[in-house]
């Protein structure tokens, strides 16, 4: 079973910058997108950025021209570059790998914690 080990996340201040990294335990689908997603307190989980095979990437409004994701294919690695943080940014943060072939297979890290306060 390959697993998603996330790392990165702590306590920064507002205008602070945080670099998530999440990679994967072996290996993992040929046509894939991966990226991160967040849920905060109370709130429904969203897409913050996705990486596609083929290096396209989409981001949420939120985070927009702040966030930027990229990924190393050789080492299964997906890296989440967070500047100009906000405390509304304050969530945990989810490392996510799909198969684009078949969107049914799925990978989920245990989360990483950001907070955004002063």
């Known amino acids: 079973q390959v697993r998603l080990v996330e790392s990165g996340g702590g306590l920064v201040q507002p205008g602070g910058s945080l670099r998530l990294s999440c990679a994967a335990s072996g290996s993992i689908f040929n046509r894939n997108a991966m990226g991160w997603y967040r849920q905060a307190p109370g709130k429904q989980r969203e897409m913050v950025a996705l990486?596609?095979?083929?290096?396209?990437?989409t981001y949420g409004e939120s985070v927009k021209g702040r966030f930027i994701i990229s990924r190393d294919d050789v080492d299964n690695t997906v890296y989440l570059q967070m500047n100009n943080l906000r405390p509304e940014d304050t969530a945990v943060y989810y490392c996510?790998?799909?198969?684009?072939?078949?969107?049914?297979?799925?990978?989920w890290g245990q989360g990483t914690e950001v907070t955004v306060s002063s």
């Open positions: 990486s596609f095979s083929g290096r396209a990437s």
């Open positions: 996510y790998v799909t198969n684009l072939l078949n969107r049914d297979e799925e990978l």
